[in-house]
């Protein structure tokens, strides 16, 4: 178990990450399974594959950030630390959100 994030237990990740030496390296080193996503063999053109969607979505609530959107630090732990500034941002819109402005995703009514 990793003593930096003891609570992740599990990555899913592309086909691209496919292979048993890094899913061998992640178990012993962290305690993490590594699930590869594939599409079904009878898929044609593109469908939402499980579990991908969530990284796409918090890739793009990230991206939010003009900070984010380019990469402008020099260190590694600077971009992290944006990161974690972005997603308190979004927390806190989510729990306190303004009661004046409209959310980007609210309907319309017909």
């Not at 178990?27 to 579990?51: C, N, S, T």
């Amino acid at each position: 178990m990793s003593k930096r994030w003891p609570e992740l237990r599990k990555l899913w990740a592309d086909h691209g990450y496919s292979g048993p030496e890094l899913a061998a390296w992640l178990k012993e080193q962290y305690g993490i399974d590594l699930e590869i996503v594939e599409k079904p063999a009878e898929q044609v053109g593109f469908a939402v594959q499980p579990r991908r969607w969530v990284v796409e979505r918090s890739i793009a609530w990230l991206n939010r950030s003009r900070r984010l959107s380019k990469d402008y630090e020099h260190r590694a732990e600077s971009t992290e630390t944006w990161c974690y500034l972005s997603s308190i941002q979004l927390l806190l819109k989510r729990i306190s959100p303004r009661s004046d402005s409209e959310t980007p995703y609210a309907r319309k009514a017909a």
